[in-house]
């Protein structure tokens, strides 16, 4: 499979710049073996079945774009995950200026500080910040900012609204970069009317990491390699979706990764704490999730090969010239689908 495999032309136009207020009144494309069918997200109550589960990624957003400085030159810091000996992994913009054992200074703190341990030839550094914990949280919400994607449009960076905006209502544990989007069209009137009818709720926590924000730069898409990204599915959370009598339902891509990972080839999901690089092509035989809801994404990026591995990449073009035809808005603070997997994409064993 080639980059240009998935590759589509969309209008500028169709980038949504502001989400839709209220939340759940996004529009939401059905996408099922009978064709498609134009909803909003208020009518998932009625595309669900009793039994099923929703299982919705609880990360919360950090403020995790930083301006250091070393001596006087400035270098944009994006962070991604911390590691496993207390440092942060990250990228850098202007990481040429940078060397090992160089001291930086944040602007918003004068008294948050790094030291730079590691420099890769991608970009990405490791730092050693000079505080942890509780410390370091509040130096990020003095000095840090939202790094919203690329395509929204805050030409004096983001503002108060998406500080609210680009949050979804489940956030619990600090450590993504970029929100889980597809949890940003829930409403707790949504939820409401979701248990209602029989659905229910299970959380886990995938924290997106910077590599969401990077494009594919292999023409053969399997050289690709995925950037690591920490998880946690509880014993507690594995045992109430292992005990489903419905379906198992996906929201985003980032819990549908999760939850592959951590699922052996019986089908069953084991507790799980750790990273996961899972990169996800057509050709890839699914294991747990049998719906996805998702936001539409970027043309050659993982996440469209990703929906593409799901419902089948005809069907999934054929999705995309309807949505971008019929007005929906796309990207992180755009419209919703709801896929089902396709029946070739089921059965044991990943890719």
């Not at 080639?2 to 500028?12: A, G, T, V």
């Not at 403020?63 to 850098?92: E, F, M, S, V």
């Not at 929204?152 to 960076?157: E, L, N, S, V």
Request: proline share 5%.
């Amino acid at each position: 499979m080639r980059l240009s495999d998935f590759d589509f032309d969309l209008p500028p136009e169709r980038i949504a710049q502001r989400p839709a207020q209220p939340r759940d009144a996004a529009r939401l494309l059905h996408v099922w073996p009978a064709g498609l069918h134009d909803h909003t997200v208020r009518d998932l109550p009625s595309l669900l079945r009793a039994g099923d589960v929703l299982v919705v990624n609880d990360t919360r957003v950090i403020p995790a774009q930083l301006a250091a400085r070393r001596g006087g030159a400035r270098i944009g810091i994006t962070l991604d995950r911390p590691r496993a000996d207390g440092a942060w992994q990250a990228l850098a913009r202007n990481a040429r200026r940078l060397h090992l054992g160089d001291r930086l200074t944040f602007e918003g703190d004068a008294a948050l500080e790094a030291t730079v341990l590691t420099r890769e030839a991608d970009g990405s550094v490791a730092l050693q910040f000079n505080c942890a914990g509780t410390e370091f949280a509040q130096a990020l919400q003095r000095a840090g900012a939202l790094a919203l994607p690329p395509y929204i449009d805050r030409p004096t960076g983001p503002g108060a609204a998406d500080a609210s905006d680009y949050q979804t209502m489940f956030a619990a544990h600090d450590g993504a970069v970029a929100a889980p989007t597809a949890g940003l069209h829930f409403t707790p009137a949504l939820l409401a009317a979701l248990a209602q009818n029989g659905v229910t709720l299970a959380t886990v926590t995938l924290h997106v990491g910077v590599g969401t924000f990077l494009p594919v730069r292999t023409d053969a898409v399997s050289d690709h390699r995925m950037h690591a990204e920490r998880g946690e599915i509880t014993a507690a959370t594995a045992n109430k979706i292992n005990r489903r009598n419905g379906r198992l339902v996906a929201v985003g891509t980032t819990s549908l990764r999760l939850l592959e990972s951590a699922t052996d080839a019986t089908g069953t999901i084991r507790p799980f704490a750790g990273d996961t690089d899972l990169f996800i092509l057509p050709g890839y035989r699914f294991r747990a999730v049998d719906l996805l809801m998702t936001n539409f994404h970027l043309p050659r990026s993982t996440l469209f090969m990703l929906v593409c591995a799901f419902a089948g990449s005809d069907r999934m073009r054929a999705a995309y010239v309807h949505a971008i035809e019929a007005g929906y808005r796309f990207y992180s603070y755009g419209d919703a689908c709801l896929l089902e997997r396709d029946a070739g994409a089921a059965g044991g064993g990943g890719t």
